[in-house]
């Protein structure tokens, strides 16, 4: 696609409740970042891809998230018994190389409640 | 000690005046370093990306790194109030690594 897609725009989940998030990145890009937004604060990393290979997931806050690339493409984050301090909004980026320009999706807005 | 430091702001200027954005980072073998804005209530957009030491001018905006005082800057010339938003500086920490966020400076333009 022309763009970062991620799906859906929106979600709210009862506290407890396991949710999936989507990223379709740019065709083509190896390199695939998650990040956490908090409101008023910049992206907080979580992990990232080199294709299907996860590299680093050292800022995933807990063992309850968890993220996967199986085909080198589409990844999605999970997040199981979510709680409230999960509300947030997550993006996902892409790059076509390591240290490349990498370029943001929509992001998710999870809102915990 | 946060990897990239940014004064929150706001920062506020006048109409066609200059913005001076700045950032600092930890690691020394940084390799690459991207200018983001973001508006309110929407994703980050990649504004500028500098590799090399000194000036990179794209219409408006300049981009200055400078590696051996670890900083790299973000100039607005003629400051519009459409360029209101927050500003986040981003780095490639080292080679293979993520790219790391600053929290992010709000300007403020007025007309």
């Known amino acids: 696609g022309a763009g970062v897609s991620q799906s859906p725009r929106y979600k709210v989940a009862k506290r407890g409740q396991d949710v999936a998030l989507r990223c379709d990145p740019i065709?083509?890009?190896?390199?695939l970042f998650w990040y956490q937004q908090a409101l008023g604060q910049g992206p907080e990393f979580l992990t990232y891809?080199?294709?299907?290979?996860?590299?680093?997931k050292s800022g995933l806050p807990s063992d309850r998230f968890f993220a996967e690339r199986p085909e080198g493409s589409v990844s999605t984050l999970k997040i199981q018994r979510t709680q409230q301090e999960d509300s947030a909004v997550y993006l996902c980026?892409?790059?076509?190389?390591?240290?490349?320009?990498?370029?943001f999706g929509q992001g998710t807005r999870l809102t915990v409640v | 000690q946060k990897e990239v430091e940014q004064n929150s702001g706001p920062l506020s200027v006048p109409e066609g005046a200059i913005a001076s954005l700045n950032c600092t980072y930890s690691d020394r073998g940084s390799q690459s370093f991207f200018w983001y804005r973001q508006y309110s209530g929407k994703s980050p957009e990649l504004i500028m990306s500098i590799y090399s030491n000194g000036d990179k001018e794209d219409g408006r905006f300049t981009a200055q790194l400078n590696k051996a005082s670890q900083y790299v800057s973000l100039l607005i010339r003629d400051s519009q109030p459409s360029d209101s938003a927050t500003y986040l500086c981003?780095?490639?920490?080292?080679?293979?690594?993520?790219?790391?966020f600053g929290k992010g400076t709000t300007l403020s333009v007025s007309s």
């Open positions: 981003a780095v490639n920490l080292q080679a293979g690594t993520a790219l790391i």
């Open positions: 891809f080199q294709n299907e290979a996860q590299l680093d």
């Open positions: 980026a892409s790059s076509a190389s390591m240290g490349a320009e990498a370029f």
């Open positions: 065709s083509g890009h190896v390199s």
